[in-house]
């Protein structure tokens, strides 16, 4: 219980800034909600994982996800499933498509703070969910449409409930426990075996380093198991049972394929995480490295649950089990910053103090670095063709200049638990969000979205009522679908799409020269070329009208 004048002096500047506090929140959040309307959906990924819950819906089947018309099942469907509720709710859209990610995004704070404030108290946890919140790669990821987020969240979920179960006792164990599965399932659902891979590996490593098995003993596995499988298994039994090919590709090529070997053309050097962790962390790099150098030193008796060393195994499992794989995204780090939060948030105080004004340093100098490119941009811009489109991130660039400068001059003034993470972060937020402003500039260089537009009315309702063929020659570009509302032929391009047309082999076109015959045998139809494949179809005689271009793609018709 706070008494004398210093609770009361604290208790007063609580009440001074929490209505700052709160309005600064909503207008964080709002920018939030608002961004994800402001572009076109980006190649591949949002592409892809907006047009088949459009699929889903346009062909009423919820079991069999389909891209271009084609069976696609690298990763299972709850995703598809809430996006395609949420564009059936809010019509087809940018914002509806990416809305699950980003309540997912927002979510995973939520659950980063109530368990940090369960554990550690309430600064801690209002620490965590700020430095979480505003960290690079986090912002980045919520406002793009990948199933990264939505497994962060329920590994967050899982990763949540495991560690409340330790620390409750009796009904509220397992309710905590129960909740653990489903966070399970759910990831599960999300992208599969590595939902439930990654949270025994770092439980194998706690036990290990902690010589405690007691944790193994609070699982409520006769209560769990059935609960896992009860969500999880009746969308695998039903697919397996419409595609026998189901479970040789799904788990056999998908998972272990996919990690032990080059088969998807994803492969980097065993270091490529290093610079995407000190880059995504930003701009907490200093709390960062500190939290990671020290987390793994035990914190409690042997006789409790070292919920910061667990914290940190999970954070060293993730990275040492994606790092060993063949197969590497950016994104796929990201289930591990919700645990680095947290253990950024928990340092002790006078480190955690020396680290924030080491971050108001980084911050003034990465302001100055971001100032300097955007004076110099136009000297750096020699594409004639790409030079219109990049000249327009000088503004987000400035902008985020600024709210570096600005955000670390201020927190350098700044003392106390909160006043300086939330003035850090909030900096951080606004300038990695001037990124997001950055990709509106240049989304004709990686969306479709401009080239549909340019359509004439007439021609683009043929396409949608399937009266007017559209073929994509050597090239595939995953967003142009969805705005189109239909699948596209494809000619001499296979990709990703290899198993979906191995099962439907009349739907492609293999060589341009059998395009050739029947594009002049036909009627009305659309083509969508690279800017080569346009000439080259030029120097052949083929009868074209140009009716769209942009910068990567460009769209004719036969008349």
């Not at 940018?94 to 809305?99: G, K, N, S």
């Not at 032990?260 to 960062?288: K, S």
């Not at 300097?372 to 503004?395: E, M, N, Q, T």
């Not at 032929?489 to 293999?510: C, H, K, M």
Request: hydrophobic share 55%.
């Amino acid at each position: 219980m706070n008494g004398g004048p210093a609770g009361s002096e604290a208790a007063a500047s609580r009440a001074r800034w929490q209505p700052l506090a709160a309005a600064a929140l909503l207008l964080a959040l709002a920018a939030w909600f608002v961004l994800p309307a402001c572009r076109g959906l980006f190649n591949p990924d949002e592409g892809r994982y907006a047009e088949i819950p459009r699929e889903m819906l346009a062909t009423g089947d919820w079991v069999i996800p389909r891209l271009n018309g084609l069976v696609y099942i690298e990763k299972p469907p709850l995703q598809y499933w809430a996006s395609a509720i949420s564009e059936a709710v809010f019509g087809r859209n940018e914002w509806a498509a990416r809305l699950y990610t980003a309540l997912c995004s927002v979510a995973t704070v939520l659950v980063t703070f109530l368990l940090t404030r369960m554990c550690f108290g309430r600064a801690a946890g209002w620490r965590a969910a700020v430095m979480l919140g505003s960290s690079l790669l986090f912002v980045l990821l919520g406002q793009q449409l990948t199933l990264d987020m939505g497994l962060t969240l329920w590994m967050t979920v899982t990763f949540a409930g495991f560690c409340a179960a330790q620390r409750a006792q009796g009904g509220r164990r397992r309710m905590f426990m129960l909740l653990a599965w489903a966070g399970t399932a759910a990831a599960f659902l999300t992208k599969g075996l590595v939902a439930g891979v990654l949270p025994v590996l770092a439980l194998v490593a706690y036990s290990a380093l902690r010589r405690d098995f007691t944790p193994w003993r609070r699982l409520e596995p006769l209560r769990g198991v059935p609960l896992f499988f009860a969500l999880s298994l009746p969308w695998f039994v039903l697919i397996q049972h419409r595609l026998p090919e189901f479970f040789n590709f799904f788990f056999v090529r998908e998972h272990f394929q996919r990690y032990l070997t080059r088969i998807e053309d994803r492969y980097q050097p065993w270091w490529f995480f290093i610079p995407v962790l000190v880059a995504g962390c930003l701009p907490w790099l200093w709390p960062a490295l500190r939290a990671l150098a020290t987390g793994w030193r035990a914190q409690t008796p042997r006789a409790d649950f070292d919920l910061r060393r667990f914290s940190w195994l999970w954070c060293a499992v993730v990275f040492v089990f994606f790092s060993a794989s063949d197969s590497k995204l950016i994104p796929y780090l990201l289930p591990l910053f919700p645990q680095l939060a947290l253990l950024m948030a928990t340092l002790p105080a006078e480190s955690l103090q020396r680290d924030l004004k080491r971050t108001a340093w980084l911050m003034v100098v990465l302001g100055g670095i971001t100032l300097a490119g955007a004076v110099a941009l136009p000297w750096l811009l020699h594409d004639p063709a790409r030079a219109p489109l990049f000249i327009g991130i000088r503004w987000p660039l400035a902008g985020m200049s600024v709210c570096l400068l600005a955000g670390g001059l201020v927190v350098l003034r700044l003392r106390g638990e909160i006043a300086p993470v939330a003035a850090a972060g909030g900096a951080g937020y606004a300038a990695f969000l001037c990124v997001v402003w950055a990709a509106i500039a240049v989304a004709p260089l990686y969306s479709g979205s401009t080239l549909v537009p340019q359509l004439p009315p007439a021609l683009l309702q043929g396409v949608r009522a399937g009266d007017v063929p559209v073929y994509s020659v050597g090239t595939y570009d995953q967003s142009l679908t969805f705005y189109l509302e239909h699948p596209v032929t494809l000619v001499e391009w296979r990709g990703e799409l290899d198993f979906g047309l191995s099962l439907a082999p009349q739907d492609f076109i293999p060589g341009v020269e059998d395009f050739e015959l029947s594009w002049r045998a036909g009627g009305q139809a659309l083509a969508v070329v690279e800017p080569r494949t346009y000439a080259r179809l030029q120097a052949d005689g083929l009868p074209m009208v140009l009716r769209a271009s942009a910068p990567k793609h460009l769209i004719v018709s036969r008349q």
